[in-house]
């Protein structure tokens, strides 16, 4: 059972016990003119209620009183633990030291003999005092130790449900987005199902299976992971959705869910960025007798977005034909090369040389499209 703490009174309160009215009368006045609240009561039993009821800071108790005498009422406090810090002072006659003895023994925490001095008493209660307001600090920091230890344990408790949260959001969205849905607790309405025009950028690797066939297993590790790690931090900075990630390829996809008003741009920055980026990874490996290519293709449409998958595996994904473009397109580059639709094209004709591949035919549609490779970026005018 978990004991409340005691409350810092500012004027002490006093229970004072005996059987004589006029003993009550001398000890209440003596007591308050030093300063103390005093509270009465004419025996045992009644003694013992008010304890259980007001907790007062200290008990005067007269050991001689008829029914239940001041040595029960002190083993009945004492063995109870929500009154057993209550210190208690004896009164007991001059000429009972059976009574003293019995009365410490039974939890009792001093005594003074009667008739007893104003000097004595009033020493003996200040002494008493000190000591239960000394434990009842204590047990009142303990209090306020354990609530504080029970609301950091709800906040550590928060701060890694919100980790997994972030964890499970930066899988698939840029850290902007992850922090701003983390800020705002707005991750469900976001999520959930919904139509929106997007740019897809579709990226792998040529060659790789051959490479994957030749190569070490552990080769084929280290190349994966420096492929991953050259080219995740551009999909960031660029603040693309990464919705597919699947070995040597990826699905990037811009206005959605963090809208944009330059989608096209972003996504052909990114393909020459990675591009670059690839090349020199490539030379790296090239000089070890491996040979990998990296093509791109980037299409613009409407897809259905939205969060698919089961409990423990969720995936944030793009269903729609611009998709399935992205990555025919991806299909048919070579090495180096970004294809791209001649939407796409036509958006960024203002930051990028393009050149019309002709009219090719994608799986899946009904007729050929133009493709455009995107062969650089323009420098900007001065």
């Known amino acids: 059972m978990t ?20 003993n009550l009368d001398i000890v209440t006045t003596r007591l308050e003119a030093q300063g103390y609240d005093v509270e009465t009561a004419r025996n045992g039993q009644e003694a013992i209620d008010k304890t259980r009821k007001r907790h007062p800071d200290l008990l005067l108790l ?9 040595i029960e009422v ?15 002072l004896l009164l007991t006659a001059r000429s009972s030291v059976e009574d003293v003895v019995m009365g410490l023994d039974a939890g009792g925490d001093d005594y003074v003999t009667k008739p007893f001095d104003q000097v004595t008493l009033v020493a003996r209660v200040r002494s008493l005092l000190r000591t239960k307001r000394l434990y009842d600090t204590v047990q009142q920091q303990a209090a306020e130790l354990a609530s504080l230890n029970r609301n950091l344990e709800d906040r550590v408790r928060q701060q890694v449900e919100e980790l997994g949260r972030a ?31 997007i740019v897809a950028l579709f990226c792998d690797l040529r060659g790789f299976t051959s490479f994957a066939e030749i190569a070490e297993p552990e080769d084929v ?70 040979r990998v290519g990296f093509g791109i293709g980037i299409a613009q449409g409407y897809a259905t977005m939205g969060r698919i998958g089961f409990e423990g595996r969720l995936d944030y994904a793009a269903i729609g034909t611009v998709t399935n473009v992205a ?47 995107i062969e650089g970026l323009k420098t900007p005018a001065h």
């Open 3 to 22: 004991t409340k703490a005691p409350t810092l009174r500012e004027r002490p309160l006093i229970l004072v016990v005996d059987d004589i009215a006029e």
């Open 327 to 373: 990555a025919r397109l991806c299909a048919k580059a070579r090495d180096s090369e970004i294809f791209v639709t001649q939407r796409i094209a036509t958006e960024v004709e203002d930051i990028a040389s393009t050149v019309l591949i002709g009219e090719i035919p994608l799986k899946g549609l009904s007729r050929p499209i133009a493709v455009y490779n």
């Open 167 to 197: 964890k499970e959001l930066k899988r698939f969205l840029p850290p902007q987005l992850a922090g701003m849905i983390m800020s705002e607790g707005s991750e469900a309405r976001i999520l959930e199902h919904h139509r929106r025009e």
């Open 62 to 70: 007269d050991v001689m009183m008829p029914g239940m005498d001041g």
């Open 221 to 290: 590790m280290d190349f994966l992971n420096a492929y991953h790690v050259a080219l995740g931090p551009l999909v960031h900075e660029a603040e693309g959705t990464l919705e597919r990630f699947l070995g040597d390829g990826m699905m990037v996809i811009f206005n959605d869910p963090l809208p944009c008003h330059d989608p096209a741009n972003r996504a052909v920055r990114l393909a020459v960025a990675m591009r670059d980026k690839f090349l020199s990874l490539a030379q790296n490996w090239e000089h070890r007798g491996y």
């Open 74 to 88: 002190t083993r009945r406090l004492k063995g109870d633990e929500a009154t057993r810090a209550i210190p208690i």
